[in-house]
């Protein structure tokens, strides 16, 4: 087994542990890089350097770190207080990214952290607020506004 997986972005090239690399369902796809010593590198197309290597230094801190436990469903709600610090990112620099990123390498735990981290964002806040926190511009005009008012009103908190 290969002491290093070494993943290609561009021109540059990062080394990880297999072990952070395996929690990638897209590297594991390519299990000959597993194999060798001498295997040839994961080409990541899609991804900038800097969040590929962000991304990676999210799965070690995964498997060195304590994670909530996910409820009876199977689904986390909580964030442990390292991904917290590590998630206190620029919105649209690095969040939007790591979500592409998380889901183009097929790592769950860190696409699931992502929209937590989101959900935490927008909790709470008025449909205003949240276009203002995610940046989203309101393209409806004032008569479908309303329209959505009367036919959802009843989901608005008065």
Known sequence: MTEFVNLVCGDKVLRVAPEVAKMSGTITSFSQFFEEDDSPPVPIMEISYAHLEKTMRYCESFLKNEVPDPDSDGIRRVLGDWEKLFLDLDLKEDIYPLIEAANEL?????????MIHIASLIRGKTPDQIRATLGIVNDLTPEQTQQILNQLGWTVSP
Do not use: T
């Open 106 to 114: 097929d790592i769950p735990e860190f696409l699931q952290a992502l």
